[in-house]
């Protein structure tokens, strides 16, 4: 009887088995390929990445310690940008297709001669990848498709992230400098020693006009570089430094410029006038001997003769 039972056991455990597999809800069709990465390229490969709409492009390559914008002075781009158009863009889950065809492409704007943004992928003058993105369903939506492929996609990202222009992906930080261990003004030289800074005579600078001068310089902002008409009339002003700064064994000039409360910088190391907001312009041009050592405070006077002790 115990084995009658076990051997039962056994076949109900068998067709159990065998009505999961029967039942048990396959992934639909796709389902792998909706996993996959809208393109396979390796970021460390690509050295030159080439962002197109329908009248404008705008370039960028790496160098040795960073990537720029050859046709924007050379200039710094932001490293969180190029690191989103690097790995975070093209790893996106591609998901499901919605459409394939000629037309598709077109009516989504993603064809080879009808895009709102194209991605390209150098590596030296071998193109590695491209991705076309065009129309947007809904919000935070926009309709892809990758390099030489047919499908059109749908992915959560807006176009205006990729916009041609210059200004967006600079890195605004660019001229920002910590731990400077001496600046000169007009009429001041200070230096740090010990914890403190001094003047060239050993006094100790006030405390808060210097932390106001050099948070000026650690988180000083640029907004642009200044266009061709305003740089040429900047440089026609030969204005000189209104700060010379040192740190480490490198040494900077600010040059600092107000056109029609308009307000312009330039560092010696960088040949371009860059706009800065008033405020930044503020911090670094409003130092000066009166404020940096400021004379004894005249309301504290002596001991009034009614007050001696009788």
Same mark, same amino acid.
């Given at each position: 009887?115990?084995?009658? /039972? ?17 039942? *048990? ?9 909706? &996993?996959? =990465? ?10 030159? @990445? ?13 160098? &040795?310690?960073? *990537? ?6 050379? @200039? ?14 093209? %790893? ?8 394939? #065809?000629? #037309?598709?492409?077109?009516?989504? &704007? ?22 076309? @993105?065009?129309?947007? =369903? ?28 210059? +200004?967006? *992906? ?26 403190? *800074?001094? %003047?060239?005579? %050993?006094?100790?600078?006030?405390? +808060? ?6 948070? %000026? ?12 008409? +305003?740089?040429?009339?900047?440089? &026609?002003?030969?204005?000189? =430094? ?7 064994? /490198? ?25 800065? #907001? ?12 009166? +404020?940096?050592?400021?004379? =004894? ?8 003769? #009614?007050?001696?002790?009788?």
């Amino acid at each position: 009887m115990k084995r009658l /039972t076990n051997n039962l056991l056994i076949v109900l455990a068998v067709q159990l088995l065998a009505l999961a597999w029967v039942f *048990w809800p396959n992934p639909p069709p796709g389902a792998a390929d909706a &996993e996959k =990465p809208l393109l396979t390229v390796a970021g460390g490969q690509v050295d030159r @990445l080439l962002i197109s709409a329908a009248d404008s492009k705008l370039e960028m390559r790496r160098d &040795e310690d960073a *990537w720029r914008m050859p046709d924007y002075h050379n @200039l710094v781009v932001q490293d969180a940008l190029v690191e989103r158009l690097l790995a975070e863009l093209p %790893g996106m889950n591609r998901g499901f297709p919605i459409a394939g #065809s000629s #037309s598709a492409k077109q009516r989504f &704007e993603v064809a080879e001669d009808n895009f709102q943004r194209r991605v390209q992928y150098f590596a030296g003058s071998e193109q590695l990848a491209q991705l076309f @993105l065009g129309t947007s =369903p809904g919000f935070r939506q926009i309709h892809v498709r990758p390099g030489q492929e047919e499908q059109v996609y749908s992915i959560e990202f807006n176009s205006y992230d990729l916009p041609i222009n210059s +200004t967006h *992906w600079l890195d605004k930080t660019l001229l920002q400098l910590e731990a400077p261990s001496a600046i000169s003004g007009v009429d001041y030289r200070i230096h740090h020693s010990e914890d403190q *800074w001094l %003047g060239e005579d %050993g006094v100790a600078a006030n405390e +808060t006009a210097v932390e106001r001068l050099v948070n %000026g310089l650690a988180s000083l902002r640029v907004t642009g570089a200044a266009d061709d008409d +305003t740089a040429s009339i900047l440089e &026609e002003m030969a204005a000189p =430094p209104v700060l010379s700064v040192s740190a480490g064994d /490198t040494a900077y000039d600010y040059h600092l410029y107000e056109i029609e409360a308009a307000y312009y910088v330039r560092r010696s190391d960088i040949p371009v006038y860059f706009a800065l #907001s008033k405020f930044d312009y503020d911090r670094l041009n409003d130092s000066n001997a009166s +404020t940096l050592f400021p004379p =004894p405070d005249e309301g504290a006077a002596t001991e009034p003769e #009614s007050a001696a002790v009788e």
